[in-house]
């Protein structure tokens, strides 16, 4: 997409689109906008130039359009191209997306289009006007099309772009696949003119019978009726808005069953403003630190947790839908895991909500992931919007118990700038999780025959994560049941990555990294637990990563093709016999 363009597109649609701040959109009335839309690859982006979005027929003998949405590609939405057509598996540019769809616009009632996500930039156009754009592959956005919608039909254009650039998050090289595409539902959600439009109802950060209560209606008027009903409690706050159109309180309930993993109970719970009305079930948890414990209601716990992307590697590409969050979650669970770090960028609303129906804790994080130009303004504020987008999506899922601001960034005054700019923008709209974020600078220091880190960014943090591949990219320099840690002892430390590559299936010596073998690979996790023994601070560990996944840049042509093969279970559903070792090392550690 041509920068100009896209520049102008931006100052033109920013007026319109916003980031999507209407709560819990599964909890209103919608018409789902999925299934095959047409589409129209534009490698040398000639369809601004062309004006495809007008979708023009020829009208008279010598008209003629060298374009047409009908007849031609289509593909499914949600769902990333790469895995649609094998001459899109790679594909990194422009394609647009067209289809018809029926609306009934009716006096006192907005429409709003909605997308989970579209990645990794667009623009939307709706009867051949511009309406909206947004940035970001991973978190949703809305834009109100109610004075855009013609009675009957209408034809909706998505201009999608993948290619990657220094100044996106993430930038230009990442250890997963670059998918494009429309990778999540896009709804038409039908609201009453004054409608609900945001709410928070969440547990306050230290007490345990205090439900704090904010709501925001979409129109800045005073006096009009809010209620929050939390069946099951017996209790309901009642507030009337003030000019803003908001109103603020809480609800004290003694016999609140506060949400755990062990115990992962929500209630029911009714939020009404005006003639609209929003239902969803909320779990209400405290989650905080307590020197080098993480406590979840007042209580220890060790972090059991592991990593996924967002894919379906059977199927080669993003994971969208509920069977899909099934599938993943199921083979966590199986792992016996508490927590999983959705790695590396905010993840499907499915995944997040059935976690928190199965008692999973979650760290979400934005895709501050390695090379990010960490001086350039514009990339800052995506990140800050990306982060806002994130938590105000997700702010009331108490399955979510950590944000994550980065991983593995490089210390410099800018880099900390940059994520201290995230931290304030992340605190001032949530102070009731943890903040985290995950670093590879430890270093073995000889003289001291320790592992340490030397990063002081890490004060600002309520949790340090560390990724480390001893056994894998390091050497051990000493027996792994010798070594010591002494990194930020004061701070609860979870091992947010380790392991090492094996190919199903694929035998060889426990000794040779490069055998590729399960062997070498169940070696190197028992090796790294008998670690883990040694960290006086460790607060939770995190194998990299449940399931073989793809990226780019693993080139081995016999034990990689495409696929990083640090999985505990194979691009095929098979699991290794490392698996097995976590297995067992959660059993223990929640018997404990
Ligand atoms: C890094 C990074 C991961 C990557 C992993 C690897 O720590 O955080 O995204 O996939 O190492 O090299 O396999």
Redesign the pocket.
Known sequence: MKRIIYSLALIVASLSASAASITNVYGRDYKLLNGRWDAIVDLYDQGDRMKVYENRKPATATDFYEYSFDGGLRLEVPGDWNSQSPELKYYEGTVWYGRHFNAEPRPGEREILYFGSVSYRCNIYLNGRLIGSHEGGFTPFEIDVTDDLKIGDNFLVVEVNNRRTKDAIPALA???WNYGGITRDVMLVTVPDNYVRDYTVQLDRSKADVINIDVTMSQPVAGVNVSVDIAGLGKRFDGVTDAEGKVSGSIKSKNLKRWAPDAPVLYDVTVTGGSDAVKERIGFRNIGVDGTKILINGEPQFMRCVSFHEEIPQRMGRAFSKADATMLLNEARDLGVNMIRL??YPQNEYTVRMAEEMGIVLWQEIPV??GIDFTDDATRAKAQSMLTEMIQRDKNRCAVGFWGVA??TKPSPERDDFLKSLLATGRAIDTTRLYVA?F?LVEFDRDRQLFTMNDPFTDNLDVVAV?K?MGW?HPWPLSPDKAVWDVNPDKPLIIS?FGGEALFGQSGSSDVTSSWSEDYQARLYRDNLAMFENIPNLAGVSP??LFDFR?PFRFHPTNQEGW?R?GLVSDRGQRKKAWYIMRDYYNKKRNR
């Open positions: 990442f250890d997963w790695a590396h992931w390695q991983n593995e995950a590879d990724n591949y990219y990555e990299w990563i990226s990083n640090k």
